[in-house]
């Protein structure tokens, strides 16, 4: 099995101020990561995704991850946030290659909310 | 790019009464579609693996005859809460599957049962 951690459940940043929120990952085989990020009351929208090749992935709305197989870590960074970043960010994981019941089944980490002060 | 659709975005149903929430894929066929749980301030929890043409999948802990799913096209699965309870009051996510590493989320329904 899968096992997420989102190291911080709240990061509160002003704007324009670089940010990183970090993830964890547990797991006895290889995943593929993704990073979500969900407005309230909205459905998840996905930013960006690691499947294989350079560890350094760009998303949208210029949030990059980095994945560190080492460490077991995909942290999302950004190096100048706008108060339109303000929302849950969550971090998941599945497992690659799997069959039957498991295909694509997503787990996620509890969820960050990043909130961008003025 | 892919779109998903849920309906209704929102409803309040009195105790004891079912309701149905429609998931729809409106630009690409899912032959699978998750249906997910997600409590206040809290991450998203999987419900069960809807897959066209056959019996979903549930998650442990998920009560079958509770949660009713039913993929009975490419592009649509519901998901019927029957004999609904407050502590059933929840915002359920559906998402569809493109490819096995990429999935698609619809906007979520939010649930209020009275």
């Known amino acids: 099995a899968q096992s997420v951690t989102q190291l911080d459940s709240q990061v509160p940043v002003f704007e324009e101020a670089p940010v990183e929120l970090r993830c964890n990952y547990s797991s006895s085989v290889s995943v593929y990561l993704f990073w979500y990020v969900q407005y309230p009351n909205q459905g998840l929208q996905l930013l960006l995704k690691y499947l294989s090749g350079s560890t350094l992935v760009k998303g949208i709305n210029g949030f990059e991850a980095e994945f560190n197989k080492s460490q077991t870590s995909f942290h999302l960074r950004k190096p100048s946030v706008h108060i339109s970043d303000t929302a849950e960010y969550f971090c998941a994981v599945t497992r690659w290659g799997a069959g039957g019941t498991s295909y694509g089944k997503l787990t996620f980490g509890q969820g960050t909310i990043l909130t961008v002060h003025p | 790019g892919a779109v998903v659709s849920q309906h209704p975005s929102r409803v309040i149903c009195k105790s004891g009464t079912s309701v149905k929430i429609e998931c729809r894929s409106l630009?690409?066929?899912?032959?699978?579609m998750f249906w997910y749980r997600q409590f206040p301030k809290q991450s998203l929890m999987l419900m069960a693996t809807?897959?066209?043409?056959?019996?979903?999948?549930?998650e442990q802990g998920v009560e079958k005859d509770k949660f009713l799913i039913n993929h009975a096209s490419l592009t649509l699965s519901t998901l019927t809460v029957t004999s609904a309870h407050p502590e059933d009051s929840s915002f359920y996510i559906c998402?569809?599957?493109?490819?096995?590493?990429?999935?698609?989320f619809g906007p979520g329904t939010r649930l209020t049962v009275l």
């Open positions: 630009d690409f066929q899912a032959t699978t």
């Open positions: 809807s897959n066209e043409g056959s019996k979903a999948t549930y």
């Open positions: 998402s569809a599957r493109v490819d096995y590493n990429e999935q698609f």
